[in-house]
């Protein structure tokens, strides 16, 4: 009797783990592969800038890969920061850049879930694909906002401070400020944003722009403030100034209309969180938005 030869496929060992300095080079081309209308060296300037950002002890640099026999199959990069709200420090997690190849796609969980091990931190989805939605909020993320409000700033109405002064984050303002502040401010420079102080007697008050473009007109995005009422008390310096790079419009988050601001309030894609603490409005600082401009 001839015996029946049996062709069993043994699975490839597959394993997640950190991502090391060493991944870089093959971890670009990985993200390159599944971002095929993004080039390679969008990605580049992006590694780079996590390579050399604070990050909290004990968490990734980067985010974290799936290994198959040796070879990067799938990625999720993970921005940790602290934040820091009236003195009191808390972590906050931004996933961006998730890709599996499509024959490894059912171990997406392994990638996932890291960013969600932690209840400590805050994770935020600030930009969900549409068809992703109901996944999303199924899986416990909260809606914090569901819309902008595009502004003509230098339409608003003028400070009531007495003095008043718009200076780059560069300069130490001479009044009271967070130092924490004046740390965010200057590392969301080095990654290309407009960092600026509004300065009066009273205080210092910080504000993170990041240079974004519509077909082909120039405009601004608010990444961070104290709160959504300081861009509104001081829109109109803060326009003038912004206007010097012909950014006379301001894209902010919000929930609907903002009185005292001249503009249109849009319905657009929802931000998320889960964890404990809810994300301010106006705070976008240490995402892939305000980082790389996504």
């Given at each position: 009797m001839q015996g029946t030869r049996i062709n069993a496929r043994i699975p490839n060992r597959v394993r997640p783990r950190e991502i090391g300095e060493a991944d870089i080079p093959e971890l670009v081309d990985l993200l390159a592969r599944g971002y095929a209308f993004l080039p390679?060296?969008?990605?580049?300037?992006?590694?780079?800038?996590?390579?050399?950002?604070?990050v909290p002890a004990g968490f990734p640099r980067y985010g974290y890969v799936i290994e198959s026999d040796g070879r990067l199959v799938g990625a999720i990069i993970l921005i940790f920061s602290t934040i820091w709200t009236d003195g009191k420090a808390s972590i906050r997690c931004n996933g961006s850049s998730l890709y599996i190849d499509p024959a490894f796609r059912i171990y997406a969980p392994l990638l996932t879930s890291r960013a969600l091990k932690d209840k400590g931190v805050t994770v935020l989805n600030i930009t969900p694909a549409p068809h992703t939605l109901k996944m999303v909020e199924a899986?416990?993320?909260?809606?914090?906002?569901?819309?902008?409000?595009?502004?003509?700033?230098?339409?608003?109405?003028?400070?009531?401070?007495?003095?008043?002064?718009?200076?780059?984050a560069h300069d130490e303002p001479d009044a009271p400020f967070d130092p924490?502040?004046?740390?965010?401010?200057?590392?969301?420079?080095?990654?290309?944003?407009?960092?600026?102080?509004?300065?009066?007697?009273?205080?210092?008050?910080?504000?993170?722009?990041?240079?974004?473009?519509?077909?082909?007109?120039?405009?601004?995005?608010?990444?961070?403030?104290?709160?959504?009422?300081?861009?509104?008390?001081?829109?109109?310096?803060?326009?003038?100034?912004?206007?010097?790079?012909?950014?006379?419009?301001?894209?902010?988050?919000?929930?609907?209309?903002?009185?005292?601001?001249?503009?249109?309030?849009?319905?657009?894609?929802?931000?998320?969180?889960?964890?404990?603490?809810?994300?301010?409005?106006?705070?976008?600082?240490?995402?892939?938005?305000?980082?790389?401009?996504?």
């Open positions: 390679r060296e969008f990605w580049q300037p992006i590694i780079a800038g996590l390579s050399r950002r604070s899986s416990g993320f909260t809606k914090y906002s569901d819309g902008t409000f595009a502004a003509i700033p230098i339409f608003s109405r003028n400070p009531k401070a007495r003095r008043l002064q718009v200076i780059s924490h502040d004046r740390e965010l401010l200057l590392e969301h420079a080095e990654f290309g944003c407009t960092s600026l102080w509004c300065v009066t007697d009273k205080q210092a008050y910080p504000f993170v722009f990041r240079s974004r473009s519509r077909k082909r007109l120039p405009y601004a995005q608010l990444v961070y403030c104290l709160g959504v009422e300081d861009f509104v008390q001081f829109a109109r310096p803060i326009g003038l100034h912004l206007a010097r790079k012909l950014q006379f419009v301001v894209v902010l988050d919000a929930n609907g209309t903002l009185p005292g601001l001249f503009g249109k309030y849009v319905r657009t894609r929802p931000r998320y969180f889960l964890g404990p603490d809810r994300p301010r409005i106006g705070d976008l600082a240490y995402t892939e938005t305000a980082l790389f401009g996504i």
